[in-house]
C-alpha cells in the first residue's frame, strides 16, 4: 500500500535523523524552509477542461506568493484515478500536489478498483472550487427540451446516447440517477476526460453531455451550438437563468456538483499542510481570483485541511450508498 511506504520514508528519515546522519535539526529546517525548489501540481484530467484552466491560473499566483516555480503537469486518464496515484506514489515532501474533483477519492473506489487507499494515502489541503454539472444537447439530438428527453427515451430506450468525462465521474453518477430516477435508460458514451467532449459534440457523435462549465463551453453554448437542458447546481446560474436545475425539475438525487481541491501525498508534514492551506487560501480570496472563477460560472470555496478532510469522508460514505441504491456495477 502506499500508506505502508510513505510511513516507511517517514520512518526511515527519523531513523536516519536518530543515529546522527542526518541531524534532526536538518529534518525540521526542510520543514522550515519549505519552498526551495519547484513544485509539481498533478491535474489527472487532459488540459483544456475547467480544472486544467483554473488550477493553471492558481499556479501562476502561487509561483509568486510562494516564490518557487509551481508547475501543471496532466495526467488523465481512469476518471482521474491514474493522475491520483501518482500524487499518492509520490515523496510526502510538499513539492509533488494534486489538484482534482473530489471524485477520484469518494466516487471511484466503489465503482472501480483504485491502486490507493483513498482516505490514508492522501492528505488533504484544502478545497478550492466548487463547479456545476450541465446537461447539454449537441446538433445531433432531435428534441428541445429536458422533457423531450424524458419522451423521447421512453419512447425508445437506449437510442439517446449520453458523454461523460468519464465511468465513475460525477457526470456518470447524474446519468445513473437520470436513468433510475425518471424510469428511461440513456446509454453512456464515457472519455477520458471532458476537454475533447466538446470537440465530438460538435461532431454529432452523441445527442446529450455532462460537463462541467469552463470558457470555451460557455462560448459554444453563447453561438447556440450547445443547447443547456439542465443544471446540477443549489440555485440557477446567473449567466443561464434559462437552465432549471435538476431539484426543480423533480430530480433532486440528480442534483450533484464537482468538488475541487488540492492534495498532497500522505504522511506530508503538517506544517507544509498548513503552509500551502493559507497560501492557498489567500490567493483564492483575492478578488481577481474569484472573478475569475466565477466567470465561468464555477465559484470558489476555501476550507481547512480538516474541513476538506472530513467533506471526503462524508462523500466517501454517501457515494456508497449511492452506488449501491442506483446499483452501479464495478468496472
Known amino acids: 500500500m502506499n500508506t505502508r511506504r510513505q510511513i516507511l520514508v517517514r520512518g526511515l528519515l527519523a531513523t536516519i535523523a536518530s543515529i546522527g546522519l542526518w541531524p534532526a535539526s536538518q529534518v525540521f529546517a526542510q ?10 501540481i498533478i491535474v489527472p484530467y487532459p488540459t483544456a477542461g475547467v480544472s486544467d484552466t483554473i488550477v493553471r491560473m492558481l499556479a501562476e499566483r502561487l509561483t509568486a506568493v510562494l516564490g518557487q516555480p509551481v508547475v501543471v503537469e496532466n495526467r488523465a486518464g481512469a476518471g482521474g484515478t491514474l493522475g491520483m496515484d501518482m500524487v499518492a506514489r509520490a515523496l510526502p515532501d510538499g513539492y509533488t500536489l494534486g489538484f482534482a474533483a473530489i471524485s477520484p477519492l469518494t466516487l471511484n473506489p466503489h465503482v472501480m478498483k483504485v491502486p490507493y487507499d483513498a482516505l490514508k494515502d492522501f492528505a488533504p489541503i ?27 427515451s421512453r419512447a425508445n430506450p437506449g437510442s439517446i446516447t449520453v458523454a461523460t468525462s468519464g465511468y465513475g465521474t460525477v457526470g456518470h453518477i447524474m446519468l445513473e440517477q437520470l436513468n433510475k430516477k425518471a424510469g428511461i435508460t440513456l446509454t453512456h458514451i464515457p472519455y477520458k476526460g ?4 466538446s470537440t465530438d459534440a460538435l461532431g454529432g457523435q452523441f445527442d446529450l453531455m455532462f460537463a462541467n462549465p469552463y470558457a470555451n463551453l460557455n462560448a459554444l453554448i453563447e453561438q447556440g451550438k ?7 447546481s443549489p440555485n440557477r446560474l446567473a449567466n443561464l437563468p434559462q437552465m432549471r436545475t435538476f431539484a426543480e425539475l423533480g430530480l433532486p438525487e440528480v442534483n450533484l456538483t464537482s468538488l475541487f481541491g488540492f492534495f498532497a501525498p500522505g504522511g506530508t508534514p503538517v506544517e507544509i499542510i498548513n503552509k500551502l492551506n493559507a497560501e492557498i487560501n489567500k490567493v483564492l480570496n483575492e478578488p481577481d481570483t474569484q472573478a475569475r472563477v466565477k466567470k465561468v460560472e464555477n465559484l470558489v470555496i476555501t476550507s481547512s485541511p480538516a474541513e476538506f478532510a472530513a467533506t471526503i469522508k462524508q462523500e466517501f460514505a454517501a457515494n456508497a450508498r449511492i452506488v449501491k441504491e442506483a446499483d452501479i456495477k464495478a468496472e
Open 194 to 197: 471532458g476537454a475533447q467532449i
Open 31 to 40: 520543514t522550515q524552509n519549505w519552498p526551495n525548489k519547484a513544485i509539481k
Open 126 to 152: 484544502g478545497s478550492a472550487m466548487y463547479s456545476p454539472i450541465y446537461l447539454l444537447a449537441t446538433p445531433k439530438f432531435k428534441g428541445k427540451t429536458f422533457e423531450d428527453v424524458i419522451a423521447m
Open 226 to 232: 450547445l443547447n443547456p437542458l439542465a443544471v446540477g
